[in-house]
């Protein structure tokens, strides 16, 4: 049971230039996030998607984008890589977004933008 | 939105102890979770329990709640190395799950 997988696990930017992160989840879930986290700042929102279809800006949307593409997948696209956006990014999933549903995380994505 | 704050920032055990870790919120709740994130990993969902519970078990997991003092406590019993790793309280905002906001967490190191 694979959960929540992204891909890729380490990418390596120069500014400017532009890259999409995967996540796909295999959990039947109808809720998708994308969190930054930096060293002393914790997890931060980025965008998430309440069902498919949706998709709503988090806490720190600037510089990013979205799509879910089907129930399984949801995609963050970065067009113009900055250093400010080197982070590790975690997706997640939950079955729904009501307050008593737990998310799964996936491993993350170490990005690094030169 | 809403945090929790926890409480100690860091935690050095030998292992076989006993680890507590604190967190403190600002508005009222329904329900809060606990969360452990092991380095270089994601975080994983541990507990959740709910405003109408003062304490909830999970295996050598200890959870309680305050809420009238808006204050929660995880107790790690008989602690192994594996042990070792960031823990978070998150209390939910507003009632939605995808409010959910992270704090900096408590990093417990488990020492063999």
């Known amino acids: 049971n694979a959960g929540v997988t992204q891909t890729p696990k380490f990418q390596v930017l120069k500014t400017g230039q532009s890259m999409t992160l995967q996540c796909a989840q295999d959990?039947?879930?109808?809720?998708m996030y994308w969190y930054r986290q930096d060293p002393g700042m914790g997890l931060r929102l980025i965008y998430y998607?309440?069902?498919?279809?949706?998709?709503d800006k988090g806490e720190v949307p600037n510089g990013y984008n979205v799509s879910r593409l089907n129930k399984r997948e949801f995609s963050l696209r970065l067009e113009s890589a900055a250093p400010s956006q080197t982070s590790v990014y975690f997706c997640?999933?939950?079955?729904?977004?009501?307050?008593?549903?737990?998310?799964?995380f996936g491993d993350g994505t170490r990005l690094s933008i030169l | 939105s809403q945090q929790g704050e926890e409480d100690p920032q860091a935690l050095s055990i030998q292992e076989g102890e006993n680890a507590t870790m604190n967190c403190s919120y600002k508005?009222?709740?329904?329900?809060l979770q606990w969360y452990r994130q092991n380095s270089g990993r994601g975080l994983v969902h541990l507990i959740l329990?709910?405003?109408?519970?003062r304490e909830k078990h999970s295996g050598r997991l200890r959870v309680t709640l305050d809420t009238s003092k808006k204050s929660s406590s995880l107790l790690i019993t008989a602690s192994r190395a594996a042990d070792t790793a960031s823990y978070f309280c998150?209390?939910?905002?507003?009632?939605?799950?995808?409010?959910?906001?992270f704090g900096k967490g408590t990093l417990l190191t488990v020492n063999p």
């Open positions: 997640a999933s939950s079955a729904g977004t009501g307050s008593y549903q737990p998310q799964h």
């Open positions: 959990m039947n879930h109808n809720s």
């Open positions: 998607s309440a069902s498919e279809g949706t998709t």
């Open positions: 508005t009222s709740i329904n329900n």
């Open positions: 329990i709910r405003s109408n519970e």
């Open positions: 998150v209390p939910p905002f507003g009632g939605s799950n995808y409010k959910l906001t």
